[in-house]
C-alpha cells in the first residue's frame, strides 16, 4: 500500500510539473525572470563573477534584442522594455515588437510610461 501511495505522489508531481509548462512553445529556463507570447520572448538574468544584469531574448530567432534592460514593464497586452539607449514594445496580442533608438520616436501614448521607467 506504501508502494501505491508513493507512485501516486509521483505520477501526479510529474503530471503537476508538466501542467505547468503546457501552453508555451519555449520553455523557460532557471535564468527566465520573465515570459511572454508562448515563452517567445524572456527577459533572463545574466551573470558574471560581478554583476547581475537583464536581457531581452527571441527564442524564435536566437536574437538577443536588447541587453542589459534597465528596466521593464507590463500593461495589459504591451510590455514596454527600456535598454542602453534602446525602448521596445512587444504587443503581445498581435506578436508584433518595435524597437525604438530614441525617446522621440516612441509613439506619444508611451512616452510618458517610458519616462517614468528608471
Known amino acids: 500500500m506504501k508502494k501505491f501511495g508513493f507512485l501516486l505522489?509521483?505520477?501526479l508531481?510529474?503530471?503537476?510539473?508538466?501542467?505547468?509548462?503546457?501552453?508555451?512553445?519555449y520553455p523557460e529556463g532557471?535564468?527566465?525572470?520573465?515570459?511572454?507570447q508562448n515563452g517567445r520572448y524572456q527577459i533572463l538574468k545574466v551573470t558574471d563573477t560581478v554583476t547581475q544584469s537583464?536581457?531581452?531574448?527571441?527564442?524564435?530567432t536566437s536574437e538577443t534584442i536588447t541587453f542589459p534592460i534597465s528596466s521593464y514593464l507590463?500593461?495589459?497586452?504591451?510590455?514596454?522594455?527600456?535598454g542602453p539607449?534602446?525602448?521596445?514594445?512587444i504587443d503581445i496580442k498581435t506578436n508584433k515588437l518595435k524597437k525604438y533608438?530614441?525617446?522621440n520616436?516612441?509613439?506619444e501614448k508611451y512616452q510618458s510610461i517610458f519616462k517614468k521607467m528608471k
Not at 532557471?30 to 511572454?36: A, G, I, L, P, R
Open 54 to 60: 537583464l536581457g531581452l531574448v527571441d527564442l524564435k
Open 85 to 89: 539607449n534602446e525602448f521596445v514594445i
Open 9 to 11: 505522489l509521483i505520477t
Open 101 to 103: 533608438s530614441t525617446p
Open 13 to 25: 508531481l510529474a503530471t503537476s510539473l508538466v501542467a505547468c509548462q503546457k501552453g508555451k512553445d
Open 105 to 107: 520616436k516612441i509613439p
Open 74 to 82: 507590463k500593461e495589459k497586452s504591451i510590455v514596454l522594455v527600456k
Open 30 to 36: 532557471k535564468d527566465t525572470v520573465e515570459s511572454y
